[in-house]
């Protein structure tokens, strides 16, 4: 079932026409077979049906890849509407027709007949018909995609597949009720039906392959969040980040490409083999009150910081976004070591996501400046209170993130930017990436980048440390 788009749904349905304007026209039983039952996900009967009469031609597919195909953007978190489904038919070789039939009202019951007849005419030539219609009589009922499979006359009863119930294979439903259901009336003067036909397949366009989180995944995704949403969320997609956003819809969007996508593509650039395979949420909430409503009211936590979190039960990064990008930029990081390191060592996951607090591109590559951190770092260098990087890179997450002072993440921050200043830190991350299985610390990477022992070169990044400034 779904969500009226184009149509009025929710219009009276009253009888369109007498049973009497009908008379018995001869018209033979048809009963195609051979089609398996297929039970849609939420909103996905128009895939499901597709599905189904796919299957019956011995094509192999399924209502997620028919959502696929349909071009269709997650982000909308919806099934496909009858455009839609008529673009995934194409790319399966098939010609749905023109799909959109209009009726004149004055002359409803010829109009309605030639209709029927080429439904029928197309069933008695094998070939299966999707139908939208009102899903029953309800005056607030919803559109709805099934798929015509026959037409017994005896009974004067179509058969059709059902995609919204698990049993739902070899309805039927009289002729007289699914004219009714099946015509829909948007204006006084101007009905219309809508109806897919299903001839065989001329050849099925490849589509490349596709990698988690899929599509459907995502649609179906959407759909549930949207059953809490506030009406002011906007929702953009940026595989795999869902952005979600109490902004206006273009700043939002704005805020998916020039901030989200442009992290993730200068990401997989440099650091990263490959991006997360599981949907991760990104809260950009436009100030502190938004992002502290939003975090009790819906993730029921109290915020211990102005700009942002990650919670992890979710896979949802939270983040007030008035004070800057940069936490935003330090979250992103996470999930990609996730994925492709998934027991990083903490000083370098925390390292390079905290040196893209203070992001900046150049010429291609992402990299961090100085920031807040740097005062910290060096009163601890000059109070003697800064570990070694043998001690950095082997502490566990209890060790390192057991250091309130803040000494340890500064010192894992200013290691990535002293490399990233020598030109060696995009090496350095690959390596350590390459050499996991046999340094889950990092340190062999970083001895093979700097040449010798690094803490041999400590006293020297001490003193760049101290030299720097934050103006």
Request: charged share 25%; glycine share 6%.
């Given at each position: 079932?779904?969500?009226?788009?184009?149509?009025?749904?929710?219009?009276?349905?009253?009888?369109?026409?007498?049973?009497?304007?009908?008379?018995?026209?001869?018209?033979?039983?048809?009963?195609?077979?051979?089609?398996?039952?297929?039970?849609?996900?939420?909103?996905?009967?128009?895939?499901?049906?597709?599905?189904?009469?796919?299957?019956?031609?011995?094509?192999?597919?399924?209502?997620?890849?028919?959502?696929?195909?349909?071009?269709?953007?997650?982000?909308?978190?919806?099934?496909?509407?009858?455009?839609?489904?008529?673009?995934?038919?194409?790319?399966?070789?098939?010609?749905?027709?023109?799909?959109?039939?209009?009726?004149?009202?004055?002359?409803?019951?010829?109009?309605?007949?030639?209709?029927?007849?080429?439904?029928?005419?197309?069933?008695?030539?094998?070939?299966?018909?999707?139908?939208?219609?009102?899903?029953?009589?309800?005056?607030?009922?919803?559109?709805?995609?099934?798929?015509?499979?026959?037409?017994?006359?005896?009974?004067?009863?179509?058969?059709?597949?059902?995609?919204?119930?698990?049993?739902?294979?070899?309805?039927?439903?009289?002729?007289?009720?699914?004219?009714?259901?099946?015509?829909?009336?948007?204006?006084?003067?101007?009905?219309?039906?809508?109806?897919?036909?299903?001839?065989?397949?001329?050849?099925?366009?490849?589509?490349?392959?596709?990698?988690?989180?899929?599509?459907?995944?995502?649609?179906?995704?959407?759909?549930?969040?949207?059953?809490?949403?506030?009406?002011?969320?906007?929702?953009?997609?940026?595989?795999?980040?869902?952005?979600?956003?109490?902004?206006?819809?273009?700043?939002?969007?704005?805020?998916?490409?020039?901030?989200?996508?442009?992290?993730?593509?200068?990401?997989?650039?440099?650091?990263?083999?490959?991006?997360?395979?599981?949907?991760?949420?990104?809260?950009?909430?436009?100030?502190?009150?938004?992002?502290?409503?939003?975090?009790?009211?819906?993730?029921?936590?109290?915020?211990?910081?102005?700009?942002?979190?990650?919670?992890?039960?979710?896979?949802?990064?939270?983040?007030?976004?008035?004070?800057?990008?940069?936490?935003?930029?330090?979250?992103?990081?996470?999930?990609f070591f996730h994925h492709n390191w998934p027991n990083t060592p903490p000083w370098l996951n925390e390292g390079l996501a905290s040196l893209f607090e203070g992001p900046y591109e150049d010429r291609g590559h992402l990299k961090g400046r100085v920031n807040w951190r740097l005062p910290g770092?060096?009163?601890?260098?000059?109070?003697?209170?800064?570990?070694?990087?043998?001690?950095?890179?082997?502490a566990d997450d209890e060790a390192f993130y057991g250091d309130e002072t803040g000494v340890n993440y500064a010192a894992a921050r200013y290691l990535c930017l002293w490399l990233q200043e020598q030109g060696l830190l995009v090496h350095f991350?690959?390596?350590?990436?390459?050499?996991?299985?046999?340094?889950?610390?990092?340190?062999?990477?970083?001895?093979?980048?700097?040449?010798?022992?690094?803490?041999?070169?400590?006293?020297?990044?001490?003193?760049?440390?101290?030299?720097?400034?934050?103006?």
């Amino acid at each position: 079932m779904r969500s009226p788009a184009l149509l009025c749904a929710t219009a009276t349905l009253v009888a369109l026409l007498a049973p009497s304007a009908f008379a018995d026209e001869g018209l033979p039983t048809v009963l195609l077979t051979g089609f398996p039952h297929v039970h849609q996900r939420p909103d996905f009967c128009g895939e499901a049906v597709i599905e189904m009469a796919l299957r019956q031609q011995g094509l192999r597919t399924t209502q997620d890849e028919v959502f696929r195909r349909s071009g269709l953007d997650p982000a909308k978190g919806r099934g496909v509407h009858a455009d839609e489904l008529a673009t995934a038919l194409r790319s399966y070789g098939v010609d749905p027709g023109p799909v959109w039939y209009r009726v004149d009202p004055a002359r409803a019951a010829k109009d309605l007949d030639a209709q029927w007849r080429a439904l029928h005419q197309d069933l008695a030539q094998g070939q299966p018909s999707v139908v939208c219609m009102h899903y029953d009589e309800q005056p607030n009922t919803t559109e709805h995609f099934r798929l015509v499979t026959g037409y017994d006359a005896r009974t004067d009863e179509l058969v059709y597949q059902e995609p919204a119930e698990a049993d739902g294979a070899n309805r039927r439903m009289s002729r007289e009720r699914f004219l009714k259901l099946w015509t829909f009336r948007p204006k006084a003067d101007r009905w219309l039906l809508i109806r897919h036909r299903l001839p065989k397949s001329t050849g099925v366009s490849p589509l490349p392959d596709e990698t988690p989180p899929f599509a459907a995944d995502v649609s179906q995704h959407v759909q549930t969040l949207k059953e809490t949403l506030p009406k002011d969320m906007t929702v953009q997609w940026v595989k795999p980040f869902l952005v979600i956003g109490n902004e206006p819809p273009d700043r939002v969007a704005q805020r998916a490409q020039s901030v989200v996508k442009w992290t993730r593509d200068l990401l997989l650039a440099d650091f990263f083999a490959e991006a997360p395979a599981q949907l991760e949420e990104i809260w950009v909430l436009k100030d502190a009150p938004s992002y502290e409503r939003i975090s009790r009211t819906l993730f029921r936590t109290e915020p211990t910081t102005p700009y942002g979190y990650y919670l992890s039960s979710r896979r949802a990064q939270v983040m007030n976004i008035k004070p800057g990008y940069g936490t935003l930029v330090h979250e992103m990081v996470h999930p990609f070591f996730h994925h492709n390191w998934p027991n990083t060592p903490p000083w370098l996951n925390e390292g390079l996501a905290s040196l893209f607090e203070g992001p900046y591109e150049d010429r291609g590559h992402l990299k961090g400046r100085v920031n807040w951190r740097l005062p910290g770092l060096q009163a601890a260098l000059r109070a003697k209170a800064t570990p070694s990087f043998r001690a950095l890179t082997h502490a566990d997450d209890e060790a390192f993130y057991g250091d309130e002072t803040g000494v340890n993440y500064a010192a894992a921050r200013y290691l990535c930017l002293w490399l990233q200043e020598q030109g060696l830190l995009v090496h350095f991350v690959q390596r350590a990436q390459a050499l996991k299985g046999e340094d889950p610390t990092g340190w062999k990477a970083l001895t093979e980048v700097l040449g010798e022992d690094p803490d041999k070169r400590w006293a020297e990044w001490a003193r760049w440390a101290l030299g720097l400034s934050r103006s």
